[in-house]
């Protein structure tokens, strides 16, 4: 195990009619005159918004809106959000949504405070030290965001897609989730979400670190929670039980306890930032294109790991295989998971028919450097063979 | 699932030289005129006691020192850290030590701030909302009390072993935890602890509560991790892997996260408390006495949990077989293991040769009211019967 350091300190709100609690969070942490930050429709044709606006309202909290923030969202709405915090002298930001919302506003708090260019951050140039509090009303369990000091930002001009970690600085003061208000996710961004959570398990699985069996077992038992869970989802949406888990699932599988003491992986991640940098696709379909291609690949020189997953997390038997029977059969089980949960496994079902694998190599070592992930380190000839694999 | 709250705001600092670190973390959190609290020989031994001090000295961070804290604390030691913090103006306590130092700087961090007499916390009187920092250096991986936001002391002239509970008012500001610094722990106090985590875990575990999959899978995981690190410590002492996932997995224990969602139990610890309270032995070792006892008796008359529980951590093969056998065999095996770990499971092996059991259920249920517990809630009557298993 390695030496690490563990700090979450997010209160998490959790439950039916949490959000009812929203003024009082916002008060506790100081929030007197905040911004709003959300998406589009759903929010409104729920009614959420007007019920936490309410709730601000009663309460005298001023607000401040920025609303229309989208799925793999971008700089320009962060430089809109930072101009108006400045010129609304905002003391806390809060964050209506999922990943999208809850990154943008993250990115937000850091840039206000920040003499530069925001996406100095975001390029590894400067470490944020300080950033206005940010609190979540969450709505799509997926990106972990809500109890992560991540941040995950597209630049317009130029499709970079890169994102920001931080130990603590960005990780929200609070975040409500209500399992309910999940109930009309429409079954793609419901399974989205759910490969989004499974890749952030899995990306922490996927490590050459020795003496990690009790974060090992942790990554799957949730791992198969996430899956049966998930088909029982798909059977019955409103489901509060089905639901809570996976909301729960979601934020642990990606709040840091499960990298505690190990090295971990990112390449499938970063592969997948350049598909939905250039194609706009969701983030958590183009994991489900990613991460069976990746470990077909690197199982065939570092197979150990993805063996003991498919034995572990997909129960296929042992007996008489070889650790590349195993780990192909586990591989097999995942795609067959994704199809039954109704997600993509090739670019063509993602909707993309000609993939430019030569620009995204190009541009994901540009931008992440000759080599990456640890469990095997990729060059640009790997990453080829591996984006390949998902024709 | 239930609705909960969940604030964990710890920072953990994990690994090998972490303590190289305390003067930094003393620092970042605002100390600069400290109290130190510590036990008894082991800490001048491996002259833990000494790097620390050179670290602060150097930090030009002054302290004052309130050593001797014993096992199961007493409230004696908690007025005099009180006034001593008055009297030079503390403004940070660093518990160097286990449980009991851990809780003991608690009590005085909550004390300082109060008015009244700080045992009206424990009694239930007041509800405390404001301490002291208090940073933690942990040398003994058993009690959680670096995670937590509880205290457990007790009483001298009454010989009450009361607890308090907080949500977050009392957690440590940070927790070095070097697992190389529990080497030298004697075997018997590395059972007793991993006995502590282990019915920290099972408190929660046994619950009513319906759709807790996800955290009765965490618990069960960490639960067989615990076992066998335990049998690997016992060969093995100086195993790095083990120890470091026996201190880690002592935090995730009682860090409040495998309880998110779910009814708790905790008859067991305050059947203990009653048996440490008049006998002095180590909590642990009580423990392992109470616990095989409790679960015995609450099978007969609540045995679903019981017989997950064997059949998922002690892989009893349930076929065939009625619930209350599973739950027979699974409690066996739990025996078998605290035997093999060198734990007592009766009095007479705890050292008790003629428990007064009438004097402990009067006080217990004095003390805790008259019904105790959640899975099976226990009067006067039931808890008489369950001492008496344990004879």
Redesign the interface.
């Known amino acids: 195990?390695?030496?690490?350091?563990?700090?979450?300190?997010?209160?998490?709100?959790?439950?039916?009619?949490?959000e009812l609690q929203v003024a009082d969070l916002v008060k506790k942490y100081g929030g007197s005159n905040i911004l709003l930050v959300f998406g589009g429709g759903s929010i409104f044709k729920s009614g959420l918004l007007d019920r936490i606006e309410n709730k601000l309202d009663s309460a005298n909290i001023t607000y401040s809106r920025l609303g229309g923030i989208q799925p793999n969202p971008l700089d320009t709405k962060v430089y809109q959000g930072i101009e108006l915090c400045r010129k609304d002298k905002i003391d806390l930001i809060l964050a209506v949504g999922g990943g999208s919302v809850i990154d943008t506003a993250k990115a937000i708090a850091a840039g206000v405070l920040y003499e530069g260019d925001f996406w100095d951050y975001f390029e590894g140039k400067e470490i944020p030290k300080k950033a206005l509090k940010v609190g979540v009303v969450l709505t799509i369990p997926a990106a972990g965001s809500e109890g992560s000091g991540n941040s995950v930002i597209t630049k317009v001009q130029t499709l970079q897609k890169l994102s920001l970690r931080t130990p603590?600085v960005l990780r929200p003061v609070f975040s409500i989730m209500n399992p309910e208000l999940t109930y009309t996710l429409p079954a793609y961004h419901t399974a989205a979400g759910i490969v989004d959570m499974m890749a952030h398990i899995m990306e922490r699985y996927f490590s050459n670190t020795?003496?990690v069996?009790?974060t090992d077992?942790?990554c799957?038992?949730?791992l198969?929670?996430i899956i049966?869970?998930a088909l029982r989802l798909k059977e019955d949406p409103t489901n509060?039980?089905a639901r809570?888990?996976i909301m729960?699932?979601g934020t642990?599988a990606h709040n840091g306890?499960l990298g505690?003491?190990r090295e971990e992986d990112w390449a499938s991640h970063f592969m997948e930032h350049e598909i939905s940098a250039l194609y706009g696709v969701a983030h958590g379909a183009g994991l489900a294109v990613v991460f069976p291609a990746w470990m077909s690949y690197v199982a065939r020189h570092n197979v150990d790991k993805i063996a003991q997953y498919a034995i572990r997390v997909w129960d296929v038997t042992p007996n008489g295989k070889d650790k590349h029977e195993i780990a192909k059969q586990g591989i097999a089980l995942l795609k067959v998971f994704l199809k039954e949960i109704g997600m993509p496994t090739t670019f063509s079902e993602l909707g993309i028919d000609q993939p430019n694998i030569d620009e995204m190599v190009k541009r994901l070592h540009q931008n992440m450097g000759e080599s990456i992930g640890n469990y095997l380190g990729l060059n640009a000839k790997d990453t080829q063979k591996i984006y390949n694999l998902m024709k």
Chains 1, 2 share one sequence.
């Open positions: 195990m390695n030496n690490f350091t563990f700090y979450s300190p997010t209160e998490f709100v959790f439950g039916k009619d949490s603590g020795k003496e069996e009790l077992s942790l799957e038992s949730l198969k929670v049966k869970e509060y039980g809570a888990s729960w699932a642990l306890i505690t003491g």
